[in-house]
């Protein structure tokens, strides 16, 4: 790929395109439109760093450009994970996370440990487990003479460096997949300055038992990159805080990655503050360990469907929804394991029966968070189009973001014509731009849209993906 391009080249190149673009447009089903050919040149990026597929949602092809090629895709992979799980699990597919006595409950007291199993609900949340416990409650049990036991094993995965892909283990969208994934593992920080006491005072979701936060000290400043001035440091029992927080900032929220905490010490921390919450003790430790065959069920825990989580997935661009996603993918009767490869190659057995030569793509975790994802804008394309005939058409479309609307697409295109008229997801890491989705044109008809950049200039892009969007609508 080339990287880089002096001032020469781009004049050169700019020259060029407009040469090229006295037309609004190159003939139907080759090159790329024109006007983005311009944009893109403005903003120092070669032809070569960009892959364009666009048809009909018939299949017809209007526009390409290395449609053939495998990029890194970014955060649009997650259509082809959402995709793949709406055929392969359904749209009514659950998680569900039981809850388990060894012993005997007399009176008020289980004289035994308490289990609870995970089936990786992505989902699951302190507010759902703060109603689970209350059923528990409501069943009699009050105090837990034995230990909470935390069956995890059901995810075969050894991931456990949340720092691998950036070196920053503290920001939410690095949190890493797990059977029993509670609120992603994040801590929600929501920050109270008060002129008069000359203090901060912090609140945290969710609660958490023996975990202690530090609040920062307030200084007059002008709010200028207050995230950074925070200097905040995760500790395995704290957060605290080497910088200050300015009181012209006002109520702020700040959500972090526990990483410091492992999955079991977080749900641990977060499940006895909650118990305790709610009248109950318990008198043991926490312990990992696999479900006996003995153990009695008490009562289960049901995520939301599929069809409600992939609009979190897609809307929210949210990473390890998706990783936990892909390894669910690997709970089919044909898997060996329930591990990230296994469901790679799942989601790349479904591409093949569309079609699609999976041996060019490379699923690593389904998220797009990722250095060796790669992803051909045909193969995309070709996703998009199955998606559109399937008889889950409506899930898969109103998880999109609605341009000028709501998700990641909320601030984009708010006083454009393509304004609700788009559902588009959207891909970005450092050297990496894409959008992909559908468009309403002026005409009335639908167009898929794949767009695809694997440039240093990348994240400069925007403006041209904005300008595409518009030429869609305009143009079909």
């Not at 200050?244 to 921390?269: K, N, W």
């Not at 992939?310 to 329930?338: E, F, G, W, Y």
């Amino acid at each position: 790929m080339i990287v880089s391009m002096g001032l020469l080249g781009r004049w050169s190149l700019l020259l060029l395109v407009t040469m090229l673009g006295a037309c609004s447009a190159l003939p139907h089903g080759s090159g790329l439109p024109a006007p983005f050919s311009r944009s893109l040149a403005l903003s120092g990026i070669p032809t070569a760093a960009a892959a364009l597929d666009i048809r009909t949602v018939e299949g017809k092809v209007l526009a390409s450009h290395n449609q053939q090629l495998a990029f890194n895709p970014a955060s649009v992979m997650k259509l082809v994970t959402t995709a793949a799980a709406l055929d392969l699990l359904g749209p009514d597919y659950r998680w569900i996370t039981r809850v388990y006595a060894q012993g005997p409950l007399v009176a008020d007291v289980l004289n035994g440990d308490l289990i609870i199993q995970g089936s990786g609900d992505p989902r699951l949340a302190h507010e759902d487990l703060a109603r689970l416990l209350r059923r528990l409650r409501s069943l009699g049990v009050r105090e837990i003479q034995g230990d909470l036991v935390l069956d995890r094993s059901l995810f075969q995965t050894t991931l456990d460096d949340a720092a691998a892909f950036d070196g920053l283990p503290y920001r939410a969208y690095n949190a890493l997949p797990d059977a029993l994934l509670l609120d992603a593992k994040a801590i929600s920080l929501r920050f109270f300055p008060d002129a008069q006491t000359q203090s901060v005072r912090v609140a945290m979701e969710p609660p958490m038992v023996d975990f202690l936060i530090e609040p920062p000290k307030l200084d007059t400043e002008p709010c200028i990159n207050w995230r950074e001035k925070l200097g905040t440091v995760v500790d395995p029992s704290s957060v605290h805080f080497s910088g200050t927080y300015s009181v012209d900032c006002g109520e702020r929220v700040l959500v972090l990655h526990a990483h410091t905490l492992s999955h079991a010490r977080y749900f641990d921390a977060v499940f006895r503050q909650l118990w305790r919450e709610l009248g109950g003790s318990i008198v043991g430790v926490m312990r990992e360990e696999k479900k006996l065959d003995s153990a009695r069920e008490l009562l289960q825990w049901e995520s939301p469907t599929l069809a409600q989580i992939i609009r979190d997935i897609n809307k929210h661009s949210n990473n390890v929804m998706a990783r936990q996603l892909l390894i669910s993918l690997a709970t089919l009767p044909t898997s060996t394991a329930v591990t990230p490869e296994v469901g790679a190659a799942q989601a790349k057995a479904w591409l093949d029966t569309l079609g699609v030569n999976s041996e060019s793509v490379v699923i690593e975790n389904g998220a797009g968070l990722s250095r060796k994802e790669r992803l051909s804008a045909n193969a995309l394309s070709k996703v998009l189009y199955h998606a559109w005939h399937s008889p889950y058409m409506p899930e898969f479309i109103a998880s999109l973001p609605i341009v000028g609307v709501d998700g990641t697409m909320i601030r984009t295109l708010k006083n454009s014509a393509v304004k609700a008229r788009a559902h588009i997801k959207t891909g970005s890491l450092n050297d990496v731009a894409s959008i992909a989705g559908y468009v309403k044109a002026k005409s009335g008809r639908w167009i898929s849209v794949v767009c695809m950049i694997n440039h240093a200039e990348a994240n400069s892009a925007r403006t041209s993906f904005n300008e595409l969007l518009e030429w869609i609508y305009e143009h079909y």
